[in-house]
């Protein structure tokens, strides 16, 4: 589903502070990017490629984006779809943002004025502990709780 608000809103940013190194992948819509660079969709490698290669992610808070970006140990910014606007059928990236804000390298903005707000800041976004190849023990044990209480 197209996210034009994050993509409008990081475009006008750029506009108005002359960014010329902004890339974005918009999805499929309408709408096209005046001020940054941009392509519909990326291939796999493309995509990978181009994750690698950035200094900060501005995303959607969609839990493979912020996967992508903490493998890379990448600081995000992310932005949650949300249903009301049409952007997602439910508000599931709200929760996910909000569990994920309490980790160090995710920035969360849940509105368009603080996501100014944070790229404003982008000096300030520190990046995300690397991803641990196992998963803790207090994971475990609450998908083991989750799992016998179904």
Sequence with gaps: M????????????????DRK?????IGSTSWRPENSDYSLLLEPDE?????????????HAGIGSILAAMKHEKPIIVLPRTARLRETRND?????????RKISGITVAFDESELIERLESLDQVSKPAPLSPTASS???????????AA
């Design 2 to 17: 197209p996210f034009d608000r994050l993509c409008r809103t990081v475009d006008e940013w750029c506009g108005r502070r």
């Design 21 to 25: 190194d902004v890339f974005m992948q």
């Design 47 to 59: 995509y990978a490629e181009r994750v690698a290669d950035a200094d900060v992610l501005v995303m």
């Design 92 to 100: 599931h990236q709200i929760a996910t943002a909000r569990m994920f």
């Design 138 to 148: 207090e994971l475990i044990s609450a998908l083991k709780t989750f799992i016998h």
